[in-house]
């Protein structure tokens, strides 16, 4: 027909769409008290597009989306009750300051529902196609819950909780109508089928610890927050009777503490320290009083991360996470604790038994401490003393139903990470000059390992004596820990008969960084300069780059037991590479301002990396010299010296540098067995860089600068 034959040729598209968005009541009164039931609180959002499409290719191509929103915010500023506020007693503040707010500050939730409907239908143009062409549809109903609400319980204690529920909502195979229709409406009054739960809690505190008597300098805030994190299996174990992959379950929690003391505030209780400071006048007792009571403030910051995932999991989530008809996983895991829950899990028979499950349960674990103090020896003299430990673990197994034990086992168990922590290795920073290829360091590392191999030998039971190479019985040259305990004897100057063998220091020790700027206010100075600052900064660090935990490691009286091919006792973490890393930033540095516009700065620099590959007994040290000097001035109305343009007057700022830098790098490799070390990199480089700047206006800035370098490689690999 005609209308057939219009239908086959017309290309025809509608496009159709409603939308209200954040329909909501104005509060008409901004001065007016926010209430928790205001109708203001509420708004509601609605949108509807649908994209109708014929053509001679398709017989019919439908889309409709559908999106609505309902919100609720509160919102408003916290107050707070303060029963005990006219007590007038300053030893009783802690109790005079207690307060407590009733109602959280913002309150809110979101419930989102977004659907896509869409079905394709193609035309039959072929008279000998025999394949029956189907209409295929792709559909996807999504329900989302956002909840959240932020309380200051007091002033020093805030609460912030957010939770994330995300949903589907199941729809039949095919067209939705009839019965199909009423089972969509039936899944959507559950709201979907959960197959993501989030939620965080953040607790933070200042711990008024202040408020008590003489402690008015001691500053603790506090943080916690946690997450937890539920998971739906995949739709093939949903589908298929014969599997059941399970759910996963995730947490995580942050700790943090940060104190802080004001030794300041501290000594001024004294009578005696605020007579003296506060004296003009000099003396002994004054020099003495600023040295006893140097420390000025310390201050420290610990945070500890850690985490739990769980696959396999059986229950479902009903409320904050929780199955109630499973009691599971419990409060305590729901809000960030990182007790084994395994053995929980099974004896309540939360965990699946299907032996295709291979996801692993993960325990991770980070750490970081920081330490710092401020110390003001003298006047203008001031010491800064750091020190710092960082430790990452990740633990990790197969944990699964084991046919062959008619039980659960842990399959391949592992435990891996890195460590870095502060140390001082001064004591043997100047016993090499960094042109030197030999390294008396390096001989003594060698020569300490029989002394520390004894020391082990003493404390493993299962060792049995010293060998006839003067090493002890499972702890030879090529043992990973005389290795470690012996570089570190070495390179930190110690006696390898009291080293500490433990290949993990615990004890963070200080580096530190010295400034003094009060050389300009001796007279003599003073006549050229109105500043001249020394300076003088030093870190070390050790760091475990990688280790991991050995399945066949086994103790014995406890001490390990098991050996390796070459007959040492297996240490419990195997260590890939140890490094150290010192720096002099700077070894002397000085910054210098004459009284004509003239700054100069001179800086000695000095660093060594030392890298232990403990696979191929192969020591990497790089040693880093640098001699910087640097040059400034900086005029306005600029004239040319001798003469020159005298017509010439540069009126805006005229900006000279000249920087000289003097750089001395070498890489050697020291092998054990291999006499003579080898040079695997480095150069002397001499840099040479003077630049002039003159700012036209604010557009226009002219520069004429020089660059130079000069290097002189030590092989012919870094020769460029």
């Known amino acids: 027909t005609r209308d057939s034959i219009l239908n086959y040729a017309q290309d025809y598209t509608l496009r159709r769409g409603i939308n ?31 994209y109708n499409h014929r053509d001679f290719i398709n017989k019919n191509a439908l889309q409709k989306n559908y999106r609505g929103a309902l919100a609720y915010n509160f919102n408003r500023p916290a107050s707070f009750v303060t029963p005990f506020n006219k007590i007038k007693n300053r030893n009783l503040s802690l109790i005079k300051d207690m307060n407590f707010s009733l109602l959280p500050s913002v309150l809110n939730f979101r419930v989102e529902v977004n659907r896509l409907y869409s079905e394709n239908t193609l035309r039959d143009n072929d008279p000998n196609n025999s394949i029956p062409i189907v209409t295929t549809f792709n559909k996807n109903f999504l329900v989302s819950r956002l909840y959240g609400i932020s309380w200051d319980l007091t002033k020093s204690l805030k609460l912030d909780f957010n939770a994330t529920n995300l949903s589907v909502v199941d729809e039949p195979e095919g067209r939705i109508t009839g019965l199909k229709r ?86 001024n209780k004294f009578g005696f320290y605020r007579r003296i400071s506060g004296s003009q006048e000099g003396g002994i007792g004054k020099v003495l009083t600023n040295f006893l009571f140097s420390i000025k403030n310390l201050s420290g910051s610990y945070i500890r991360n850690d985490g739990t995932f769980l ?97 659960f086992a842990s399959l391949s168990p592992i435990t891996s990470g890195d460590y870095s922590i502060s140390i001082i290795s001064l004591g043997s920073a100047f016993k090499e000059k960094n042109s030197a290829k030999y390294s008396a360091r390096f001989q003594q590392f060698l020569a300490t390992g029989e002394v520390v191999s004894q020391r082990l030998g003493q404390e493993n039971p299962n060792s049995s004596g010293t060998t006839g190479s003067g090493f002890a019985d499972g702890y030879n040259q090529n043992s990973q820990d005389v290795i470690i305990a012996s570089l570190l004897a070495a390179y930190m100057n110690k006696d390898a008969s009291e080293v500490s063998l433990n290949s993990f220091p615990k004890i963070p020790l200080p580096n530190w960084r010295l400034t003094y700027n009060g050389l300009a206010k001796l007279d003599f100075i003073s006549e050229l300069f109105t500043a001249f600052d020394l300076s003088h900064g030093y870190s070390s660090t050790y760091n475990i780059n990688g280790y991991n935990s050995l399945i066949r490691y086994a103790e014995l009286d406890g001490a390990s037991a098991v050996r390796d091919v070459n007959d040492n006792f297996l240490p419990e973490y195997q260590i890939s590479q140890v490094t150290l890393y010192e720096q002099f930033i700077p070894l ?133």
């Open 20 to 50: 209200f968005t954040n329909v909501r009541k104005i509060r008409t009164d901004p001065e007016a008290k926010v209430r928790l039931w205001d109708i203001e609180n509420w708004s509601l959002s609605y949108a509807y597009t649908e």
């Open 182 to 267: 009423d089972t969509v409406w039936e899944n959507l009054k559950k709201l979907g089928r959960t197959t993501d739960y989030t939620h965080t809690l953040n607790l933070s505190y200042t711990v008024p610890i202040n408020k008590l008597p003489y402690l008015d300098f001691v500053n603790l805030v506090t943080r916690y927050q946690t997450q937890f994190n539920w998971v739906t299996e995949p739709l093939i174990s949903i589908n298929n009777p014969d599997i059941n992959f399970g759910n996963s379950i995730q947490n995580s929690r942050t700790i943090q503490v940060n104190p802080t003391l004001n030794m300041n505030s501290l000594y």
């Open 311 to 407: 696959p396999g999991y059986l229950p479902q989530t009903d409320l904050f996470g929780m199955d109630f008809s499973a009691d599971a996983p419990g409060v305590g895991f729901l809000f960030g604790s990182q007790e084994d829950i395994r053995q929980k899990a099974l004896a309540k028979g939360w965990l699946t038994r299907d032996t295709l499950m291979n996801q692993l349960y993960v325990n991770t674990l980070n750490e970081k401490l920081n330490l710092r103090g401020s110390l003001e020896l003298f006047r203008d003299f001031r010491l800064e003393l750091t020190s710092f430990k960082d430790q990452r673990r990740n633990f990790s197994t197969n944990f699964k139903y084991d046919n062959t034990v008619n039980g």
């Open 588 to 720: 002397l540095g000085i910054d210098m301002r004459f009284k004509s516009n003239v700054t100069m700065s001179v800086e000695y620099r000095k660093s060594r990396s030392l890298s232990y590959g403990i696979a191929n007994n192969q020591l990497s040290q790089q040693k880093d010299q640098v001699f910087v000097v640097g040059f400034g001035y900086r005029t306005a109305n600029f004239r040319f010296p001798f003469g020159m343009f005298k017509s010439v007057n540069l009126k805006n700022d005229l900006n000279f540098k000249l920087d000289v830098a003097v750089r001395d790098n070498k890489t050697v490799i020291y092998r054990a067995d291999v006499d003579d070390p080898e040079i695997a990199a480095g150069s002397k480089n001499i840099t040479f860089r003077p630049s002039i700047d003159y700012v036209l206006n604010q557009r226009f800035n002219l520069r004429i600068f020089y660059d130079s370098n000069i290097t002189k490689p030590y092989t012919s690999q870094t020769f460029n």
